[in-house]
């Protein structure tokens, strides 16, 4: 949970990421921070950054329109003023209105994985990212906005799987009525409470996209489970989705 704040300076050219590394290792072997910290934090910097700044280099400029789920839906103006019922989303947005800053996980389970769930246009997304963030450049933005939460490069960042997919396996316990890992907080002091239709988007994101992912055998346990519902939750899934999406226009 421990991040350094130093994003804005890195990517202003104030800091340098070897200035970075070194006063990590030099703490290291002061017996300052111990061993599992600094590698951590070294291979953000080292491998994290450097891997980013690769892809954007190498894929630019078509990397800026993919869209591989044909995406299309407007941007909400929540993004922009926090005005939502989602408690972890409002949380987040009115974090980074107040700070220029969210937390990584913040960044990608909550906003980013709701962009992805929603349908969101990636160029929105992306067009919001680079407006509200100290640290955002578009060339660090850009590959972690479309390429790790909207895999709308179509997996070329994230190893050919959607992220919520992912998360969800580590969870198959969450179920429709139950608290949704993809809009869950990072806030301790306020348990983030999940509307239960975001568990219900969720599906309805396999759903509505099996066409792109129903071969995909990494997310094949995922469609397995669903397949598995009634026909009844399979509607009700359906007509809760469509439901809620329609409020977001
Ligand atoms: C949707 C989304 C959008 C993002 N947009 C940006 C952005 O505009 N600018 C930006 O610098 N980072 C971005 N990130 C990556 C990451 O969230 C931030 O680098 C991190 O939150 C910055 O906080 P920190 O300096 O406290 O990082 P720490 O956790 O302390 O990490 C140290 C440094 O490692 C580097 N780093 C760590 N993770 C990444 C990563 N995924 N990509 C590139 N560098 C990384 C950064 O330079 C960071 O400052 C984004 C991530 C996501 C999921």
Redesign the pocket.
């Known amino acids: 949970m421990f ?5 804005l300076y ?2 202003s050219g104030l800091l340098s990421p070897l200035d970075c590394i070194q006063a990590a290792e030099q703490a290291y072997y002061d017996h300052k921070a111990q061993l599992n910290a600094v590698e951590g ?1 070294i291979r ?2 080292l491998g ?2 450097e891997f ?1 700044r690769g892809i954007y280099w190498r894929e630019m400029p078509e990397y800026a329109l993919d869209n591989f789920f044909e995406a299309k839906r407007d941007l909400p103006s929540f993004y922009w003023n926090a005005k939502t019922e989602m408690n972890c989303v409002r949380q987040a947005i009115q974090e980074t209105i107040d700070n220029a ?4 996980i913040q ?2 389970m909550v ?2 994985n709701f962009a992805l769930l929603a349908g969101l246009h990636p160029r929105q997304v992306n067009d919001w ?2 407006s509200v ?1 100290a ?3 578009e060339w ?2 850009l590959p ?2 479309s390429g ?2 909207l895999f709308a490069d179509g997996g070329l960042y994230s190893h050919r799987k959607p992220y919520a997919a992912r998360r969800s396996l580590h969870q198959p316990h969450v179920r429709l009525t139950a608290r949704a890992v993809p809009i869950q907080g990072v806030d301790s002091k306020e348990r983030c409470r999940t509307p239960a239709r975001s568990i219900t988007l969720y599906w309805d994101f396999l759903d509505r996209n099996r066409s792109k992912l129903g071969n995909n055998h990494r997310v094949g346990m995922m469609y397995r489970v669903y397949d598995r519902m009634t026909d009844e939750k399979r509607k009700e899934i359906a007509s809760d989705s469509a439901q809620f999406l329609e409020t977001l226009n």
């Open positions: 991040h350094a704040h130093v994003g890195l990517n934090f953000q910097i994290w950054r980013v800053y969210a937390h990584h960044r990608l906003l980013g990212f680079l963030y640290d955002a450049f660090v933005e972690n906005v790790m939460a």
